[in-house]
């Protein structure tokens, strides 16, 4: 609890930290947002006049306080898991409430993976574009490529040495917007007419192309989920305060970049409004200081999309696979297939659309629905919080409607490559989905017996020395959340597929907790010296290494004498020999689909082959493979029943 509270304090540094971890992806914005604008309107046969203008940028300004200011900075991020943010931190917080809360969470998951695929192909690309206003014949696609590769070999060392300079840059870049953005303002005063929400309404009304032109607009926000995600780094209060900043800098740029385009009302689709206001001189060292920050928010969508897929893993979203820690700085960690994933795919998008012009129809659809999602998963918390039902039902009315425009104008671009991303989010959905459902599936048919049943049997085999010993501590992994409960599976393992004698029975059971960083645990002796239950208690952001949390109980237990691990045989006892320890994994599968509806079974089909492609049991639970063994069994047994066999005589 005080660890939240440190977190949440407003601190110089942590409001420095914050600048550098939250808005790469917003704060690079301004690079194509207005660009995106009004090359659909030129494209439309429109001529770009003051009220079109205007209309645009009062658009961007009151998304940008509406959707960002009001709905992340001000209420979502009350919305809290003991400090740590994000949709699946949000999820983990009101699951409880209906079980169909899981659809948007998948849903948002996966369109905030393919956002990580886009993110880093525009950002990189029109940063390195901008070096064509200088050199108009420069190929920048081999340029991108080289740095995208570079970006993703390094995740692999950790990025916590160049995260400390990540603040720094991004203030400096965050000024320079805001300085530049300045020059042009005083220029003309009477842009500053596009804070009146009056022409973001009579654009969206009177304007024939007010959809497209809100697909344009909704690129000024997308970023906007990182506020939330990144709360655990950088504590509320460091978020808001530095969101003022940060707002006040983009909304300075656009207004310059407005009265650019008054000035040049006959707009050229080769231009980009963003680089046309940086003075000659100094164009250079504009397009290395955006190539950085396109790099900084490239790092932030990477190592999201890194926590993200940690967090589904242990709540049972995503398959078992590899998270390596490069460093020992708090949330530094590494999944290398998802970074290659994220790798190949932002290769093929930069090779594919060759141009940032061609990818922002591919940008923001997918983001979108990430939206939807957070704005019903925070209708829930306000509920639970109590909140008046007359606030949750005006804060769902104005966000979904909002929302959905935003769908409807991202929808126009669907042909123009919008259909990329909500391919990636399909296929990234039938992973989430099919893991998490195919698991229900097979907890139908796991069934549960009374272990207390039991009891005498494990301390008379246990006993038995006509039985040869198969280890001195026997340890099973339960899924049984009741202790007075063990599955039917494990007794048939020790008592009939191959009866297990040993001196003690251990059954391990994990439960991965709403809170992020819980660990800790129980121990039930059920069969004093004989059976003994340990209950683990993680938060889902905890690595389950259950070999290292085993042996430190056990050494506890041992230090505190309430076991005895040595081992019984005589000459390894006499010398005070500790005995051998073996992990029985039974891996469970289902022996017949028959009974299963056409869904389920594909389902099931899908599940086997994600299964093969995951990592495994012994290796997801950090268990060292040269003692542990796995045993396949039946979820379950196929029945004789309908069978009708005719004896005929001899």
Not at 52 to 78: E, F, N
Not at 450 to 456: C, L, P, T
Request: contains cysteine; positive net charge; aromatic residues 12%.
């Amino acid at each position: 609890m005080s660890g939240t509270k440190n977190l949440n304090k407003l601190s110089a540094s942590g409001i420095l930290i914050s600048l550098g971890i939250v808005y790469g992806d917003i704060g690079t914005s301004p690079l194509y947002t207005l660009r995106a604008i009004f090359n659909t309107v030129s494209d439309g046969g429109q001529r770009i006049t003051p009220m079109t203008v205007l209309g645009a940028l009062s658009c961007i300004i009151w998304t940008l306080t509406l959707q960002t200011t009001i709905k992340y900075v001000v209420i979502t991020l009350r919305a809290d898991n003991n400090g740590e943010g994000g949709i699946f931190s949000l999820y983990s917080l009101v699951r409880r409430k209906a079980r169909w809360l899981v659809i948007p969470a998948v849903l948002g998951g996966c369109a905030l993976l393919a956002d990580g695929i886009i993110t880093p192909s525009i950002t990189v690309t029109t940063a390195i574009e901008g070096l064509q206003v200088k050199f108009p014949y420069l190929h920048v696609v081999p340029i991108v490529l080289v740095i995208i590769t570079l970006l993703f070999i390094i995740q692999q060392f950790g990025t916590s040495l160049v995260g400390k300079l990540f603040g720094p840059i991004m203030f400096l870049w965050f000024a320079t917007l805001g300085i530049l953005g300045m020059v042009y303002v005083v220029q003309d005063l009477s842009i500053l007419k596009a804070l009146n929400p009056y022409y973001a309404v009579h654009l969206l009304t009177t304007n024939p192309m007010a959809l497209v032109i809100l697909g344009g607009v909704f690129l000024c926000t997308t970023g906007a989920e990182a506020l939330y995600s990144d709360l655990g780094h950088c504590g509320r209060n460091n978020i808001r305060v530095s969101w003022i900043f940060v707002k006040a800098t983009l909304i300075i740029n656009y207004l310059g970049q407005g009265v650019w385009l008054l000035q040049h009302p006959h707009y050229d689709n080769n231009l980009n409004p963003f680089y046309q206001i940086v003075p000659p001189p100094y164009l250079l060292s504009m397009v290395a200081l955006a190539t950085v920050a396109a790099v900084i928010a490239s790092q932030a969508m990477i190592t999201g999309s890194f926590t993200l897929i940690s967090e589904a893993v242990r709540l049972n979203l995503w398959p078992k696979v590899r998270i390596n820690y490069p460093s020992n700085e708090k949330g530094q960690i590494y999944v290398p297939s998802i970074n290659w994933l994220l790798c190949a795919g932002c290769l093929a998008i930069v090779m594919i659309f060759q141009k940032s012009i061609f990818m922002e129809g591919a940008y923001g659809l997918a983001i979108n629905m990430t939206f939807l999602a957070t704005t019903i998963l925070v209708a829930v918390f306000m509920y639970m919080k109590k909140i008046p039902v007359y606030a949750i039902v005006i804060f769902l009315g104005v966000y979904i409607s909002l929302e959905l425009a935003f769908l409807a104008g991202n929808m126009t671009k669907f042909l123009h490559g919008g259909f990329v991303t909500l391919l990636i989010g399909a296929a990234l959905f039938t992973v989430m989905w099919g893991w998490f459902v195919a698991r229900r599936i097979k907890n139908r048919f796991v069934k549960f017996v009374e272990v207390g049943d039991y009891f005498e049997i494990i301390r008379e085999l246990s006993e038995d020395t006509a039985v040869p010993k198969y280890s001195s501590q026997l340890v099973y992994l339960t899924s049984a959340n009741f202790k007075h409960e063990i599955e039917s599976k494990i007794m048939y393992s020790i008592l009939q597929k191959e009866p297990k004698r040993a001196d003690v029975y251990w059954l391990v059971h994990v439960d991965v907790v709403d809170e992020p960083f819980t660990q800790d645990y129980t121990v039930d002796f059920l069969i004093p010296g004989k059976l003994i239950r340990i209950d683990f208690k993680l938060g889902f952001r905890v690595e389950q290494r259950v070999n290292l949390l085993y042996r430190k109980v056990i050494e506890q237990l041992v230090k505190n004498g309430e076991v005895d691990i040595t081992s019984q045989y005589p000459s390894l006892k006499k010398h005070k020999i500790a005995g051998d320890f073996r992990f029985i994994l039974l891996e469970k599968h289902l022996s017949k689909f028959s009974k299963l509806s056409m869904y389920e079974r594909t389902i099931m089909a899908w599940y086997i082959v994600l299964k093969k492609l995951s990592m495994s049991e012994e290796r997801s639970f950090g268990l060292d493979s040269s003692y542990v063994e796995i045993e396949k069994v039946p979820l379950n047994f196929v029945s004789t029943d309908d069978i009708e066999l005719n004896r005929l005589p001899l």
